[in-house]
T-cell receptor
Framework: NAGVTQTPKFRILKIGQSMTLQCTQD?????MYWYRQDPGMGLKLIYY???????DKGEVPNGYNVSRSTTEDFPLRLELAAPSQTSVYFC??????????????????FGPGTRLTVL | AQSVAQPEDQVNVAEGNPLTVKCTYS??????LFWYVQYPNRGLQFLLK??????LVKGSYGFEAEFNKSQTSFHLKKPSALVSDSALYFC????????????FGSGTKLNVKP
């Protein structure tokens, strides 16, 4: 049971390049999340998904896209990288037993993070 | 708007002494509060949560947190600190309107010295 895995661990991009951050969980969790963590700041929610085929925007979605074709995978896409996207990105998952999150365990399991630098 | 504040960037404590890491929150509706810990180069790990019930919540590794509704606080505590407790601690709150969203504080670095 690997939990939540993320690849790559580190990446340097040039301005305007694109890339996909991969996230996979093997806990059969229905909810998945993408956060970014800037220095001295808390985590900011980028996108989340409540199940395969369903995604929604979080606090800071601009410049990112996501998809959820399977329960296990939740990739994050950066189309035109900008220096403002330099950050550490965390993927998380959780299990919910109720509609709208009610009844959820609410406990999120986090991956080890991807450190992205855009130059 | 929902928010979480951790007023201390860093807390220093000697091993064996009690520790407190502070957290205050602002949320509409009933607060659902969490503490997570982050070790270097690792993802966040769940410590404990308050949903309802007893104001004193016990969690992993001997940590506990006290929910105070009148002061809108959820301070993390431990009676006797260990050097291995040194890490970054995050307080989080679930959005009172959209239960799918969570807001995290900026984190408090805990340093426990031998």
């Amino acid at each position: 049971n690997a939990g939540v895995t993320q690849t790559p661990k580190f990446r340097i991009l040039k301005i305007g390049q694109s890339m996909t951050l991969q996230c996979t969980q093997d806990m059969n969790h229905n909810y998945m999340y993408w956060y970014r963590q800037d220095p001295g700041m808390g985590l900011k929610l980028i996108y989340y998904s409540v199940g395969a085929g369903i995604t929604d925007k979080g606090e800071v979605p601009n410049g990112y896209n996501v998809s959820r074709s399977t329960t296990e995978d939740f990739p994050l896409r950066l189309e035109l990288a900008a220096p403002s996207q330099t950050s550490v990105y965390f993927c998380a998952s959780s299990y919910s037993t109720g509609a709208g999150g009610l009844g959820s365990t609410d406990t999120q399991y986090f991956g080890p993070g991807t450190r992205l630098t855009v130059l | 708007a929902q928010s979480v504040a951790q007023p201390e960037d860093q807390v220093n404590v000697a091993e064996g002494n009690p520790l407190t890491v502070k957290c205050t929150y602002s949320v509409s509706g009933n607060p659902y509060l969490f503490w997570y810990v982050q070790y270097p180069n690792r993802g966040l790990q769940f410590l404990l949560k308050y949903i309802t019930g007893d104001n004193l919540v016990k969690g992993s590794y001997g940590f506990e947190a006290e929910f105070n509704k009148s002061q809108t606080s959820f301070h993390l505590k431990k009676p006797s600190a260990l050097v291995s407790d040194s890490a970054l601690y995050f307080c989080a709150v679930r959005d009172g309107s959209d239960f799918n969203k969570f807001y995290f504080g900026s984190g408090t670095k805990l340093n426990v010295k031998p």
